[in-house]
C-alpha cells in the first residue's frame, strides 16, 4: 500500500511540472490586429464657377395662323381646285360653287337697277319742265312738290337697285372660294357634287411659316424670366424679342436648327397646374415643321455666378433633409446638412453648407458616421483602377 502511495504521488508531481509550460505557450500565442484599417471611399472636390441654368418643357406645334375654309353661299359644289396637302398662296380658289343660280340674281338686279334708273330720269324732267312753269304761276306749286317728292323717291331706288347689284355680283364672286392665307391645306371635307352651305367647313389653311410652339412654364420660371428681361432693360416676358432665344428638340431627338422667340404670354396661371401658357415663334422656311407635332422646348432660364456645384450622388436624403460626407484635412467625416439648388445635369448646386475646394464623399455617404476616419480615393483616380482591374476578381 506504501508503495502504491508513493507512486501516485511521484506521478502528480510529474504532471504538475508538464501543466505550467503548456498554459505558457497557449498564453503567448500571437493575437491579431486590435484597429481596422480606415475605410476606403471616394471623394471629389467641391467646384466653385459660374453656370448657365436651362428650363426644358414639353411642347406642341400649331400653325401660326389656322384658317377655316368655309362658303359664304349655298349651293352644289361643282369643282375642287387644289391638291390636298400642298402649299396654297393667298388669293387662290380652292373650291367652285355651281354660279348659275347666282348669275341670274345678278341679271335680275340689274334690269331693276335699269328700270330704277329710267324712273329716275322721268322725275328728273318733270321737275326740270315745270319748275320755271311753277314759278310764273303757271302751274300750281303743289304739283310740283308731288314731282320733286316722285325724284327723290326714285333717287332712293336706284340706290337700293344699285345696292342690290352688288351684293348679287358678291355673290356670285364667293361662288369661288379662296384662301385668305398663304399655308398648307388640309384635306377637304366635302365632295365635289355636295350641297354646302355657310355652315360647311371646306378644308382648313394652316400659316406653317413661321409657327407657332406653345409650351407651358412653372409661376416660379414665368417670375424668374420676367425679372431676367427687366434686367435687361424690356418691358416684360412678351416684349423681350430675342433676349431669350428658344431651343426646340424634335420627336426624333436632333435639335432644329433656327431659334424661335417668345410672342404670346397667356393672361394667367392656370390655378390647377400653376403653369402659364408660352407660345414661341419659329422659322419654318421647308415646311418640316407642322402643326400637331411634339417636341421639347429648352431656354436660358438663369445665370449662377460663383456657384457650388457637387455631384448628385454625393447627397444623402435623410427624412426630408440633406447632407454631404465632408473630408477634413486629418481625413476625418464631418456630417453636414445642405441646402440644395437647382440641378444642372448629374450635378447639384449647393446653397449653403460647403465651402469651395472641400472634398465630400461620393458613393456610401449613408453607411458614414461623424467623426469618423476614412482613406480618401479621387473620383480619378478611382475611376482609372477600375478600367485596370481584371475581370472576374
Request: net charge neutral; glycine share 8%; aromatic share 4%.
Amino acid at each position: 500500500m506504501f508503495f502504491k502511495g508513493q507512486r501516485s504521488h511521484l506521478l502528480l508531481c510529474a504532471l504538475s511540472a508538464t501543466i505550467p509550460p503548456l498554459l505558457t505557450s497557449c498564453a503567448k500565442k500571437p493575437a491579431g490586429p486590435t484597429n481596422a484599417s480606415p475605410l476606403q471611399v471616394e471623394v471629389t472636390t467641391v467646384e466653385k464657377r459660374d453656370v448657365t441654368l436651362y428650363g426644358d418643357w414639353v411642347a406642341t406645334l400649331d400653325g401660326y395662323v389656322n384658317a377655316q375654309i368655309q362658303p359664304q353661299v349655298s349651293g352644289y359644289m361643282i369643282k375642287q381646285d387644289y391638291r390636298e396637302g400642298s402649299v396654297v398662296e393667298s388669293g387662290q380658289v380652292l373650291f367652285e360653287i355651281d354660279p348659275r343660280p347666282f348669275q341670274a340674281t345678278l341679271d335680275q338686279a340689274e334690269g331693276q337697277l335699269a328700270q330704277a334708273r329710267a324712273q329716275l330720269a322721268l322725275a328728273d324732267i318733270n321737275v326740270k319742265r315745270d319748275t320755271p312753269l311753277a314759278q310764273a304761276h303757271a302751274i300750281a306749286q303743289s304739283q310740283l312738290d308731288n314731282e320733286v317728292q316722285q325724284q327723290a323717291s326714285q333717287g332712293a331706288a336706284v340706290r337700293t337697285a344699285e345696292a342690290n347689284v352688288e351684293q348679287a355680283q358678291l355673290n356670285l364672286g364667293f361662288t369661288r372660294v379662296h384662301s385668305l392665307v398663304t399655308g398648307i391645306a388640309g384635306r377637304a371635307m366635302t365632295q365635289v357634287g355636295n350641297l354646302v352651305s355657310q355652315s360647311t367647313a371646306l378644308t382648313t389653311v394652316s400659316q406653317v411659316n413661321p409657327i407657332k410652339v406653345y409650351f407651358s412654364i412653372s409661376e416660379q420660371e414665368y417670375l424668374g424670366l420676367s425679372g431676367r428681361v427687366k434686367a435687361g432693360g424690356k418691358a416684360d416676358l412678351l416684349n423681350s424679342g430675342n433676349a431669350i432665344p428658344l431651343e426646340l428638340t424634335l420627336g426624333n431627338g436632333s435639335i432644329y436648327p433656327y431659334k424661335g422667340r417668345i410672342v404670346f404670354v397667356d393672361r394667367q396661371v392656370n390655378s390647377q397646374t400653376g403653369t402659364i401658357q408660352i407660345a414661341g415663334s419659329f422659322p419654318n422656311p421647308q415646311n418640316l415643321l407642322r402643326p400637331g407635332q411634339f417636341g421639347r422646348i429648352k431656354a436660358e432660364t438663369d445665370v449662377r455666378h460663383d456657384a457650388l456645384l457637387i455631384p448628385q450622388r454625393a447627397v444623402n436624403e435623410l427624412q426630408g433633409s440633406y447632407q454631404v460626407a465632408v473630408v477634413d484635412s486629418n481625413n476625418n467625416v464631418q456630417i453636414r446638412s445642405v441646402a440644395l439648388g437647382p440641378q444642372l445635369g448629374s450635378d447639384l448646386i449647393i446653397t449653403s453648407g460647403i465651402k469651395p475646394n472641400e472634398r465630400v464623399v461620393t458613393e456610401g455617404v449613408s453607411k458614414l458616421k461623424d467623426g469618423m476616419r476614412v482613406s480618401p480615393q479621387s473620383m480619378t483616380v478611382a475611376a482609372t483602377a477600375a478600367q485596370q482591374k481584371p475581370e472576374g476578381r
